[in-house]
């Protein structure tokens, strides 16, 4: 992977859709699990979903049940789709990828990836 590139973030209301895209940029991107990681204003950067190589998801407790990660790897692409939006999940999301050789762990703790997007701001509105 040589970049990350983050899109669809924007303006919604309470209970509103979004999904999120990341495009990997590079070879071999079939070789990296990806993940989804939210920075909300004035806090740490969180986990918020990943997805293996082989397709396995995981996902915080905060988004179960209201996100969905997926990947298509011909296409290059991930994404994120976010259900019934909250006020508290504003935030800047990322993107960001690891090359693993075991292709069923998704990963979730920031310091297992390397590569990292620009992030995408979502804003969720009352």
């Known amino acids: 992977v040589q970049a990350l590139v983050e899109s669809g973030g924007g303006s919604v209301q309470t209970g509103d859709s979004l999904k999120l895209a990341c495009e990997m940029i590079g070879r071999a991107t079939g070789s990296f699990a990806v993940g989804w990681f939210r920075r909300l204003p004035g806090k740490e950067r969180n986990f918020v979903a990943a997805?293996?190589?082989?397709?396995?998801?995981e996902y915080s407790d905060s988004v179960k049940n209201r996100f969905a990660i997926s990947r298509d790897n011909d296409k290059k692409m991930v994404y994120l789709q976010m259900n019934d939006l909250k006020p508290e999940d504003t935030a800047v999301y990322s993107c960001a990828a690891r090359f693993t050789t075991n292709a069923d762990n998704p990963g979730r703790h920031e310091s297992e990836f390397d590569y990292w997007g620009q992030g995408t701001q979502v804003t969720v509105s009352s």
């Open positions: 997805i293996s190589r082989s397709g396995k998801t």
